[in-house]
Nanobody, 119 residues
Framework: QLQLVESGGGLVQPGGSLRLSCAAS????????IGWFHQAPGKMRERVAC????????DYADSVKGRFTISRDNAKKTGYLQMNMLKPEDTAVYYC????????????WGQGTPVTVSS
């Protein structure tokens, strides 16, 4: 059974940091890209970052460039999203996903972890 499980969300003050994790099971994560998406209330889900299977390529949404860093540890079958300098507008449910490549489609979603940025 293909599965992704996110963790690390929570409440943080503006300017603070959080590190999200995404643990994979049921498939060989090494072969696939990992994407992180967020969905704020009443808005569509959008991609914030993606990393290729060998970590050779990363891309970021303009709204998070310079603040968020995506990474992965294939030996641990885990992806990460380091979020720094968080803003209230980063408040959303964050999902990780497995993709064939960063230009491909999603084949598995995690259940999501909520992030709230508020003072």
């Amino acid at each position: 059974q293909l599965q992704l499980v996110e963790s690390g969300g929570g409440l943080v003050q503006p300017g603070g940091s959080l590190r999200l994790s995404c643990a994979a099971s049921g498939f060989v994560l090494d072969y696939y890209a990992i994407g992180w998406f967020h969905q704020a209330p009443g808005k569509m889900r959008e991609r914030v970052a993606c990393i290729s299977s060998n970590s050779g390529t990363t891309d970021y949404a303009d709204s998070v460039k310079g603040r968020f860093t995506i990474s992965r540890d294939n030996a641990k079958k885990t992806g990460y999203l380091q979020m720094n300098m968080l803003k209230p507008e980063d408040t959303a449910v964050y999902y990780c996903a497995g993709l064939g490549s960063c230009s491909g489609s999603v084949f598995v979603w995690g259940q999501g972890t909520p992030v709230t940025v508020s003072s």
